[in-house]
T-cell receptor, first 111, second 112 residues
Framework: DAKTTQPTSMDCAEGRAANLPCNHS???????VYWYRQIHSQGPQYIIH???NNETNEMASLIITEDRKSSTLILPHATLRDTAVYYC????????????FGAGTRLFVKA | DAGVTQSPTHLIKTRGQHVTLRCSPI?????VSWYQQVLGQGPQFIFQ???????GRGNFPDRFSARQFPNYSSELNVNALLLGDSALYLC???????????FGDGTRLSIL
């Protein structure tokens, strides 16, 4: 059911940029891409979202391709605390909104 | 400011019983959504409520029901519990029904 595909896991060195890719080739014109992360035993934490323009906030940057079929979440200077499962999701409107999470990417930040 | 609060944090039930989980959204948030997360998987969408009306439903049986109260808090009810209902149940709130959701830390339900 998930409308997004992500790599199962990735490694990143502490202090370096972490680039997490996401494919959403069936996204519709008015559907936003959302990114969340989940640290063990906690609820998912909202990171950023976008429609078609690149977005940046205090946590991360979101780069969306022009055709909107894929996006990349960038954590500019990864720390050990960024080790988590990162979810890229698209909210589907079918008379009501459904938020469909995939399996996410497990990011390991290493010292 | 308080985030999304859920109660109880942990719960143990036996098969066939009924359970009610509760959620208080962030102040000012009018939408509440419920998710089920089985160990090792991403959250699965159950319901979304906005202004006390159901606005979205996932692929869950009728044993699962929910409601939202005038103060925007919400309850998730599950009847005739099965072993497979053991999971972390997450509640998320948002200002509107198509805006970023903020999650609580969930209720861990164990069915014996």
């Amino acid at each position: 059911d998930a409308k997004t595909t992500q790599p199962t896991s990735m490694d990143c060195a502490e202090g370096r940029a972490a680039n997490l890719p996401c494919n959403h080739s069936t996204i519709s014109g008015n559907e936003y891409v959302y990114w969340y992360r989940q640290i063990h035993s906690q609820g998912p934490q909202y990171i950023i979202h976008g429609l078609k323009n690149n977005e940046t906030n205090e946590m991360a940057s979101l780069i969306i391709t022009e055709d909107r079929k894929s996006s990349t979440l960038i954590l500019p200077h990864a720390t050990l605390r960024d080790t988590a499962v990162y979810y890229c999701i698209v909210r589907v409107y079918t008379g009501g909104f459904k938020t469909i999470f995939g399996a996410g990417t497990r990011l390991f930040v290493k010292a | 400011d308080a985030g999304v609060t859920q109660s109880p944090t942990h719960l143990i039930k036996t098969r066939g019983q009924h359970v009610t989980l509760r959620c208080s959204p962030i102040s000012g948030h009018k939408s509440v959504s419920w998710y089920q997360q089985v160990l090792g998987q991403g959250p699965q969408f159950i319901f979304q409520y906005y202004e006390k009306e159901e606005r979205g439903r996932g692929n869950f049986p009728d044993r699962f029901s929910a409601r939202q109260f005038p103060n925007y808090s919400s309850e998730l009810n599950v009847n005739a519990l099965l072993l497979g209902d053991s999971a972390l149940y997450l509640c998320a709130s948002s200002l509107g029904f198509n805006q970023p959701q903020h999650f609580g830390d969930g209720t861990r339900l164990s069915i014996l």
